[in-house]
């Protein structure tokens, strides 16, 4: 096991006196003594279009509700670039290829990535998929300075890359390193090393939309203040007082120190949750199911002292005796929700790792821990004029995960909008607490689908029909997509017969023709019978009614 399988506090391969969590100074790699760590930074540009496995020459872009959220190299090339409109992204580049937003594709893609830097260092943090963090007192100290820890890692990383084939599809790995993350974060933009004591500096001439909360950037433009360095030039005290604990917290990134002042405390052990899979979990969505329950255990214990975590550990142990450790870190408080959607990321990279990697478990998950490693004081969270997550849906969700204990993930589902000709597949049921994610694109065109508008009532499995016409003969569709006869008289389900007053069609729909086991092929009517209105289908010589419209 490489150093994924050590725990999180554990030392790494180097001699020296620091570790990935002290500030010090020392050349090539000490801390400012501001408050602020040195840090490196490990960045794959485009990582949801590499980890998706397209080439950057292609044009590709990841959308997600309707917005662009990452790009190829080939797409920015024709003037696509993140946060427009689909709709304006597909104007400017007519073949752009459209990859949905899938983070836990990301996130399993990512974790040999995140193992290649750990080799270098303990304690490594997951920012984000394509993203990792680690302190680099020791490891500067070890391999000859900043610069040349900067080098390994890259050469690391892009022989990950390649050695996963996902290398060909991207730009490599960038690093950058500077003191604290949000500076090295931008350092790695940029791809340099930036002097300690130095990220003020280098940070006051980037505008403050690099602060990634538009909110308060768009007010501080307004108000004139349209740099970093102009932005930390302002009094600490009245910056908190303007803009509150986030604009505090900006305010500290702009100056070059770290989130928040340092602690110089660990939280105590037995803020740990933990819990035994018997049998042990062979899949992802098991073993996610229980982190669901630690994740809220976890909150609610952190909850009642004030505190709210920023950093977890995630650890889990096999029936072999296999180790794996860790950290992700976000940049606010960690709610249950995003602490379990982490959890699953992480055990879909461990679980999903290529058979040739030292970090894939040989067996099943025994044992799942949350450990917080970070914690900061939790001052609570402005709601949305609007609405927003609320107390009530708080409670309401942990019922509902209470329910799937008792009765299992798939007793409870949420209703998300798919794509599809029949009725009952433009809906696709996801367990609660699962991505909503559709089977099918709801935004493809969808030939011979049932016209507007949409049924009541659809129903599962479809009843069985009788549609005949004046003269009591079945009424069929011949090839060509015509009826044989109008029909007259409607039986449901074995019910009375009813005059039809009105009907419309027939769709005729012809699925997968190039598949002979799937092969489909249907004629759907709306037929207004008695008191009711039915959506029908012809199939194989019989008739169903797949749905009401009252």
Known sequence: ???????????????????AGTSGAGAGGGGTGGGAIRTLVAWVPDWPVVAAGVPAEVAAAVVFSNRVVACSAGARAEGVVRGIRRREAQGRCPGLVVLGHDPSRDARAFEPVAGAVAAFAPRVEVLRPGVVAVATLGPSRYFGGDTALAAKVTDAVTSTLAAQRVGEAGSGCVV??????????????RGTVVAPGGSAAFLAPFPVAALDQPNLAGLLVRLGLRTLGAFAALPATDVLARFGPDGARAHRQARGLDERPLTGHEPPADFAVQVELDPPALRVD??????KALAD???????????????????????????????????????????AERVRWQLDGWLHAPVSSSDRP???????RLAPDQVVPDNGRQQGFWGGTTETAERAARALARVQGMLGPEAVVTAVPSGGRHPGERVTLVP????????????????????????????????????????????????????????ARLSVDGGR????????????????WWDTAAHRRRARFQVVAGDAAWLLALEGGRWWAEASYD
């Not at 096991?1 to 620091?18: D, F």
């Not at 950058?176 to 933009?189: S, V």
């Not at 030939?447 to 016409?469: D, I, K, M, N």
């Open 362 to 368: 040989t067996g099943g998950i025994s044992l799942l």
């Open 432 to 487: 609660w607490g699962d991505e909503r994610e559709p089977v099918r694109p709801a935004d493809r065109p969808w030939p011979g689908q049932v016209p507007s508008p949409s049924p009541a009532t659809v129903f599962a499995p479809p009843l069985a029909a009788e549609l005949v016409a004046s003269s009591g003969d079945p009424v069929g569709v011949t090839g060509r997509g015509t009826v044989t006869a109008a029909p």
């Open 1 to 19: 096991m490489t150093v994924a399988g050590r725990s999180c506090g554990e030392k790494a391969r180097y001699p020296g006196p620091g570790t």
């Open 297 to 339: 255990e976890l909150h609610r214990t952190l909850a009642k002292r004030g505190l709210a975590c920023t950093r977890v550990c995630i650890e889990a142990e096999t029936e072999h005796g296999e180790h794996l450790a860790r950290l992700w870190r976000s940049d606010g408080a960690l709610t249950p929700a995003a602490m």
């Open 176 to 189: 950058g390193i500077a003191d604290g993350a949000f500076a090295a974060g931008l350092a790695a933009r």
């Open 497 to 512: 017969w009813a005059a039809v007053a009105s009907w419309a069609g027939p769709w005729p729909a012809d699925e997968r």
């Open 286 to 291: 098991t073993a996610a199911f229980a982190a």
